[in-house]
């Protein structure tokens, strides 16, 4: 059976469970064997980390072509107005490309926030605007470089939701695992949209994107079967 956990991690831990420069990782948070990021998360971002035991799931999250939808609050320097969120909302050129539109609005500062630490460098003639970013790809530092490139630089960042699961009732460094049925009506939906597509790929390993982990890892992520049982209502 597939595990799936949500992670909501802190600012300045890695998204991996080894460094040799022995900065914070996932293990600090996460004592269980086997699991693995589906995607990564920058050091300096805080938020929803999925993790799973189960390579075609994982490569389903984090694959950009699967369109999962990704929920960030941003935090940025000064007021966007109408003009810098339209520009969001049609996509930005960046260096390695345009990226695609983005649903983009103004909030309140998110509701039960927790403070980071260390906290946010503000200057104090300058105020600050939260954001709600909606976006379906992954490339590097993304979001950062949306908001700068529109004029208004990203003090914090933190990943609100990745498809259907949310960091609600979790504080930093709190995991909780989904429930078993959530996980297979969930993949089996993704399922039945590949077939709909046509074709169905080999089911990928499980990697953290440098595969460093699981090499040290002795015990090998459980793979599903090709055959899914679901239990009897």
């Known amino acids: 059976m597939p595990r799936l956990l949500l992670l ?33 998360l920058d050091r300096d971002s805080e938020g929803l980390v999925l993790l799973t035991d189960d390579g075609q799931l994982q490569h389903h999250i984090s694959d950009p072509r699967h369109k999962l939808t990704k929920t960030y609050w941003v935090q940025v320097e000064n007021i966007p107005d109408e003009a810098a969120l339209e520009k969001l909302r049609k996509g930005i050129e960046l260096k390695d490309g345009k990226t695609r539109p983005a649903q983009t609005r103004l909030i309140d500062e998110p509701a039960n926030l927790w403070p980071r ?14 954001l709600e970013l909606k976006i379906s790809e992954g490339k590097n530092r993304q979001v950062r470089r949306m908001t700068a490139a529109v004029g208004f630089p990203t003090l914090r960042l933190i990943r609100y939701a990745i498809g259907p699961w949310t960091i609600d009732a979790l504080a930093p460094g709190q995991w909780r ?4 049925d959530d ?35 002795d015990a090998q992520p459980a793979r599903r079967s090709s055959r899914r049982q679901r239990k009897p209502d």
């Open 8 to 40: 909501n991690k802190p600012f300045d831990v890695l998204t991996q469970f080894t460094d040799e420069q022995g900065r914070s990782t996932l293990k600090d948070y996460v004592d269980l064997v086997g699991v693995y990021p589906a995607g990564r």
């Open 117 to 130: 630490t260390p906290p946010v460098r503000f200057r104090q003639a300058i105020p600050t605007q939260w």
């Open 183 to 217: 996980v297979l009506k969930w993949s089996d939906d993704l399922d039945s949209q590949k077939h709909r597509r046509g074709g169905y790929r080999t089911k990928p390993e499980v990697s953290d994107g440098r595969r460093v982990d699981q090499r040290r890892n």
């Open 177 to 180: 695992a989904v429930a078993e």
